[in-house]
């Protein structure tokens, strides 16, 4: 998968012919130095933004050959969404906010997973508070319950902890992990901060575009000490190939396609 912005002399090139496999059920986080690619990933991966070549696949829909009104319906069935900004609706209360992209689709939500989503992420005394009410960790919570209460295939957070203070960003990290762990989910998500990589399953890392290094069972301490190398400059790139045994692909084959090990998950592949 490539993405470059412009043209000719002056393209800038933001994804360097990347390869990568996310598996279904765990928790992936991507790092890298600003401009590295990061939030460009996200974006082309969820279907946000286009690519200039390759193919993106969810499960077995690739999501690049589909027109306008169908990315806007797979968005709506199938991914999740949380950001910096809650995007909360002021004007609704917390379990409004919740269930409006199922409300706007004309769906009923599944009342029981509903109900074991606002409970895993603690929000059942706060559904008839508005966003004013609440506080920015409960703010971002309902953000969360929201990316998962139509049960989507996949959930992208992007910096999710950006706007909260140490106790609140903890919080909901610890929600993502249980939205793992007891609900099934998977979860990509874009962050700056080692301590919040750290809560994930596999740590993809990106340089100039391209995957240059992961890490499973990841700690703040080997992430901090992997983005210092970054910082002074050299990026202790172990090259595209991933390692095997951790169920998350990220490799180059000799056709230039990324094989997915799990059979289920989210491939994109290099043209």
Same mark, same amino acid.
């Given at each position: 998968?490539?993405?470059a912005y412009g043209s000719?002399?002056?393209?800038?090139?933001?994804?360097?012919?990347?390869?990568?496999?996310?598996?279904?059920?765990?928790?992936?986080?991507?790092?890298?130095?600003?401009?590295?690619?990061?939030?460009?990933?996200?974006?082309?991966?969820?279907?946000?933004?286009?690519?200039?070549?390759?193919?993106?696949?969810?499960?077995?829909?690739?999501?690049?050959?589909?027109?306008?009104?169908?990315?806007?319906?797979?968005?709506?069935?199938?991914?999740?969404?949380?950001?910096?900004?809650?995007?909360?609706?002021?004007?609704?209360?917390?379990?409004?906010?919740?269930?409006?992209?199922?409300?706007?689709a004309g769906r009923a939500?599944?009342?029981?997973?509903?109900?074991?989503?606002?409970?895993?992420?603690?929000?059942?005394?706060?559904?008839?508070?508005?966003?004013?009410?609440?506080?920015?960790?409960?703010?971002?919570?309902?953000?969360?319950?929201?990316?998962?209460?139509?049960?989507?295939?996949?959930?992208?957070?992007?910096?999710?902890?950006?706007?909260?203070?140490?106790?609140?960003?903890?919080?909901?990290?610890?929600?993502?992990?249980?939205?793992?762990?007891?609900?099934?989910?998977?979860?990509?998500?874009?962050?700056?901060?080692?301590?919040?990589?750290?809560?994930?399953?596999?740590?993809?890392?990106?340089?100039?575009?391209?995957?240059?290094?992961?890490?499973?069972?990841?700690?703040?301490? /080997? *992430?901090?000490? #992997?983005?210092?190398?970054? +910082?002074?400059?050299?990026? %202790?790139?172990?090259?595209? !190939?991933?390692? $095997?045994?951790?169920?998350? /692909? *990220?490799?180059? #084959?000799?056709?230039?396609? +990324?094989?997915?090990?799990? %059979?289920?998950?989210?491939? !994109?592949?290099? $043209?």
């Amino acid at each position: 998968m490539t993405k470059a912005y412009g043209s000719g002399e002056t393209a800038v090139l933001a994804l360097d012919s990347v390869d990568v496999d996310i598996a279904r059920g765990r928790f992936t986080a991507v790092m890298g130095p600003s401009g590295s690619g990061k939030s460009t990933l996200m974006h082309c991966l969820a279907g946000l933004d286009t690519v200039s070549a390759g193919q993106v696949w969810l499960g077995g829909t690739e999501i690049t050959g589909l027109r306008d009104r169908e990315l806007t319906r797979l968005r709506r069935d199938r991914i999740g969404f949380m950001f910096q900004s809650f995007n909360l609706i002021p004007t609704l209360d917390a379990l409004e906010n919740i269930t409006l992209p199922m409300d706007i689709a004309g769906r009923a939500p599944d009342r029981e997973w509903l109900e074991e989503v606002i409970d895993t992420l603690g929000l059942r005394n706060r559904l008839k508070h508005r966003p004013a009410q609440l506080s920015g960790g409960q703010q971002q919570r309902v953000a969360c319950a929201r990316a998962l209460a139509s049960r989507p295939e996949l959930v992208f957070a992007d910096e999710p902890t950006g706007n909260l203070d140490s106790r609140a960003g903890a919080e909901v990290l610890g929600f993502l992990r249980d939205a793992v762990d007891r609900l099934g989910q998977t979860v990509v998500m874009v962050t700056h901060d080692p301590n919040a990589a750290a809560r994930s399953d596999v740590v993809l890392f990106l340089a100039d575009g391209r995957i240059v290094d992961r890490m499973t069972h990841p700690t703040a301490g /080997a *992430v901090l000490e #992997r983005m210092r190398l970054f +910082a002074t400059g050299g990026d %202790g790139a172990t090259g595209p !190939a991933g390692r $095997a045994g951790d169920g998350v /692909a *990220v490799e180059r #084959r000799g056709d230039g396609v +990324a094989e997915d090990r799990e %059979g289920d998950g989210v491939v !994109a592949e290099e $043209a």
